[in-house]
């Protein structure tokens, strides 16, 4: 009887959402049953599996108030749970090894699996997130213009201004940001998590950036989820240059385009370049690193990207060639060459989904053109100095 209850129940939540949302259910269920498997070395598994199947259907409501802030204190445990539940699927093995090893009984190891992936889910969401660095990558340009052998680009993306990723911590990015000192900021985009109720926040943070070329910016996907027009309005107010299939020559020598959002079948490469002078070496901004084979075979010299975030989760120390992004796309993170053309993906400093990094730090990328071999580049981290000038202190912490 309880059964024929709870079971209509389940099935109009999951018909009630969208495909998209189902996937993400179905991704989710899969989760909960590595918690439930924890859960059962320390209760009896019904209680396991309830509790799994509450998680489960939690994940709906918890997704579809779009991360607007109305439950924070409810939705930030439970994305840390919801990201433990997928670390466990790994760590719990582990931890059968090491009990065996060990010859200790293997009842608990599943639930001490589950607890150190629980701690790393909160590291992730309390305190890696909010832990940005500055990152220097060089890029050298066959071709470039001599006097543009040092160029400085300071580069910021996937913002994702809301509640889990407040205006305090957006100001304080633009300030690390400005303070480099760089000749040309750009921003490629997703400053929004969703929705326009942060819209006003997100100018504000643009309008806060600083270099002496100015600001330039491409839309996101999450741009346009709402009101994108009010959103171009108000960052162009502030004095930011929003490229949407567009380009501009900040300097004699040097031109810089930006295609529109690809996801909302906006974008345009051949209207963005087509201004493209004789000899000039070209930048190209664009959200997503899709698009980075196709500006290669039009002699784009340089395409900055992001949206990825790097995977979000990955194994330290190892960020670019293990991370979530890599199982589904070839270009995640960091720096690709094809040919003469070079590729940057940003980490991004906001989050999309659960409000978790783990193995992937935020970071401000500054950019330095130089003359020379393509083949020849250079990335590193800013001195540690530098790291705690833009991270969270008792007066700046978002």
């Known amino acids: 009887m309880r059964n024929s209850t709870i079971s209509p129940y389940v099935l109009r939540v999951v018909l009630r959402v969208s495909k998209f949302m189902r996937r993400l259910l179905a991704l989710t269920a899969v989760g909960q049953a590595a918690f439930a498997a924890a859960a059962a070395s320390v209760v009896p598994w019904p209680v396991a599996v309830v509790l799994a199947a509450a998680a489960t259907i939690a994940f709906v409501p918890v997704a579809n108030r779009g991360l607007r802030g ?42 001490i699996g589950y607890l150190a992936a629980l701690a ?45 990723t407040p205006r305090a911590w957006g100001l304080r990015w633009a300030r690390a940001a400005s303070a480099l000192d760089c000749d040309l900021a750009v921003v490629t985009g997703d400053l929004v998590t969703q929705g326009s109720a942060f819209h006003a926040d997100i100018a504000d943070v643009v309008g806060a950036i600083r270099a002496r070329d100015g600001v330039l910016l491409v839309m996101g996907n999450h741009d346009y989820a709402e009101a994108p027009e009010s959103l171009v309005a108000m960052l162009e107010a502030r004095g930011a240059r929003v490229l949407r299939n567009e380009s501009v020559v900040p300097r004699a020598g040097l031109f810089v385009a930006g295609i529109d959002d690809r996801w909302s079948r906006r974008a345009d490469m051949d209207r963005a370049l087509e201004k493209r002078p004789d000899g000039a070496s070209a930048i190209l901004l664009a959200h997503d690193p899709v698009d980075f084979e196709a500006a290669a075979a039009r002699g784009v010299d340089l395409v900055l990207s992001g949206h990825t975030h790097g995977g979000q989760i990955a194994l330290p120390l ?22 003469r053309s070079a590729l940057v993906v940003h980490p991004g400093l906001g989050t999309s989904g659960p409000p978790v990094r783990v193995g992937v730090a935020p970071a401000i990328l500054e950019i330095t053109l130089r003359r020379g071999d393509p083949s020849g580049r250079r990335i590193s981290s800013g001195p540690r100095a530098r790291d705690r000038a833009c991270s969270p202190s008792r007066r700046a912490r978002g």
């Open 70 to 111: 109305e439950r924070h204190a409810v939705d930030l445990p439970y994305f840390v749970h919801w990201t433990a539940s997928f670390l466990a699927i790994a760590l719990a093995p582990l931890a059968l090894v090491l009990f065996a090893l060990l010859h200790r009984p293997l009842a608990p190891a599943p639930a």
């Open 120 to 164: 790393i889910a909160a590291y992730g969401a309390l305190v890696r997130r909010r832990w940005t660095r500055v990152q220097r990558v060089d890029v050298r340009i066959d071709g470039l213009d001599p006097r543009f052998d040092g160029y400085r680009i300071a580069h910021l993306s996937d913002l994702h201004i809301g509640p889990f």
């Open 318 to 339: 190892a960020a670019r060639r293990f991370n979530f992004g890599r199982l589904h796309r070839r270009h995640t993170l960091g720096f690709y060459r094809k040919g």
